[in-house]
């Protein structure tokens, strides 16, 4: 009998040492192949969502690039040279509704069925960033994988921020093994 009770002690200790990691392991797992999805990588507008008047002054930058570092650039490809201009460093935060949502303002949805609310709703994970002008970036990872780009312009650290773009973002590997 104390055999029967040695063996099952030593299972019941494996499988909550088990059902301890396992967890842990998976996510750190999902925590890496979900920053490979955004860092390390290049990426071109795939889809424009949604615009408003001010957005007509970055549209421009049909490129972007995020090092493995978490370092955010935009990219200009005029005649077939590419120039870089580092934007800054992506900080992950929690989306909401607050800095969000309510930024955006206007019935300039360019895609069908798309709003502020399902966005988020889908983000599983969101970056942010500025430049030195008050140039405001988000990168919003979807729970299928795609990554959604919104420019604004931040007004202050108190102050609500304004969305004036959302690009559905895709991947180009050209540019990103070339010169990143």
């Given amino acids: 009998m104390k055999k029967r009770a040695k063996v099952f002690f030593i299972v019941l200790c494996a499988v909550l040492i088990l059902g301890t ?3 842990v392991a998976y996510r750190i797992y999902q925590n890496q192949h979900q920053n490979k999805q955004v860092f390390d990588c290049s990426f071109g507008t795939k889809l424009n969502l949604y615009s408003n008047f001010m957005a007509n002054y970055l549209i421009d930058n049909p490129m972007y690039c995020v090092t493995d570092s978490g370092v955010f650039y935009t ?3 005029p005649d077939s040279n590419y120039r870089t201009k580092q ?5 992950e935060f929690g989306l909401d509704e607050n800095n969000f949502d309510n930024c955006i303002s206007g019935a300039s949805w360019t895609a069908m069925n798309t709003d502020a609310a399902s966005i988020r709703s889908h983000t599983v994970r969101a970056w942010k960033c500025t430049d030195d002008s008050g140039s ?3 990168l919003l990872l979807q729970d299928n994988g795609d990554v959604i780009l919104a420019c604004g312009q931040q007004q202050s ?8 773009l959302l690009n559905h973002l895709g991947s180009d590997d050209i540019f990103f093994n070339e010169y990143a």
């Fill in 21 to 23: 990691i396992a967890p």
């Fill in 136 to 138: 405001l970036f988000y």
């Fill in 75 to 77: 990219v200009e490809r």
């Fill in 87 to 91: 934007i800054g460093q992506l900080v």
């Fill in 157 to 164: 650290e108190t102050l609500i921020s304004i969305i004036h």
